[in-house]
């Protein structure tokens, strides 16, 4: 045997590898991993140079290898095999990656609206300056919510999980002409938010002025709250433009359909202001 002091305990090698002092004894008895040297007493030995092995099947564990794919490699080690092995666990983890930012994203929204409904008050209006949106729109509905909007809804559901993956609540879209008429039912369509690092989307809401407010309660009492909003607007000189996007804010939480939240945002203009 070499010199000792050149030489690790298992212990030893364990506290220098942050790893358990167990592990190793079953690594070793699995022939995963085994010491340099060992004794007729049964100490083991290892070498610093072995840091670099256990840190790679330290590392192909952390990235889903399982032990015996580990040990099949190791029987037939080649150049070829571990590129060809660590390509595949890196597209696994680009696409672990992948979803867990759309996890986050997904999380985001939803947080965002949370805490938007715990500020908001029912048929409170105000003015706000918005940038522009990416928005993807279903085919038209009726807006009467039957079978057939539903059959709209459930396709429009199933083409946002193949965009998204997991994707927040999806609205509906009213034209802001209807609103401004009095059709406050004759919804065009359902809509949700695109995103910025997702090139797909069918139009742009554009940057400009918006009407924000918000309906507290079940959807009879949106045309109350539409009503509130061309008075609102009247007073100040001023008209809806564009569509209005109606989203739930608080299904999540939601503990009955009183407490049901939908923020409603709309744009708006001067009347004397051009449109664009």
Not at 10 to 17: D, E, R, V
Not at 168 to 179: P, V, Y
Request: overall charge negative.
């Amino acid at each position: 045997m070499k010199n000792k002091k050149f030489l690790y305990t298992t212990g030893q090698f364990a506290k220098l590898n942050g790893i358990n002092k167990r592990t190793l004894h079953y690594y070793d008895e699995i022939g995963l991993f085994s010491p340099e040297f060992k004794e007729e007493n049964g100490y083991r030995y290892y070498t610093c140079f072995q840091t670099v092995q256990l840190e790679l099947i330290v590392t192909l564990r952390r990235i889903g290898l399982s032990i015996e794919e580990i040990i099949r490699y190791q029987q037939s080690p080649s150049d070829i095999s571990f590129a060809e092995l660590i390509t595949e666990k890196k597209q696994l983890i680009d696409k672990s990656i992948q979803e867990l930012l759309n996890t986050k994203a997904f999380l985001e929204q939803k947080l965002n609206k949370l805490s938007l409904s715990l500020t908001a008050k029912d048929g409170e209006i105000e003015l706000i300056t918005l940038p522009k949106q990416r928005v993807l729109l279903s085919n038209p509905i009726t807006g009467a919510y039957d079978d057939d909007d539903f059959a709209v809804a459930g396709d429009f559901s199933l083409r946002l999980k193949s965009i998204f993956g997991l994707y927040d609540n999806f609205g509906s879209r009213i034209s802001a002409e209807q609103i401004s008429n009095g059709n406050y039912h004759n919804y065009n369509c359902f809509f949700a938010y695109g995103r910025d690092d997702i090139d797909i989307y069918d139009t742009i809401r554009p940057a400009g002025t918006y009407l924000r407010t918000f309906c507290v309660g079940g959807w009879d009492k949106l045309e109350t709250v539409y009503r509130a909003v061309n008075d609102f607007l009247e007073k100040k000189q001023m008209e809806l433009v564009g569509y209005a996007y109606e989203e739930g804010l608080n299904e999540m939480s939601l503990r009955g359909r009183d407490d049901y939240i939908t923020m409603i945002t709309i744009g708006c203009k001067r009347k004397d202001e051009q449109y664009k």
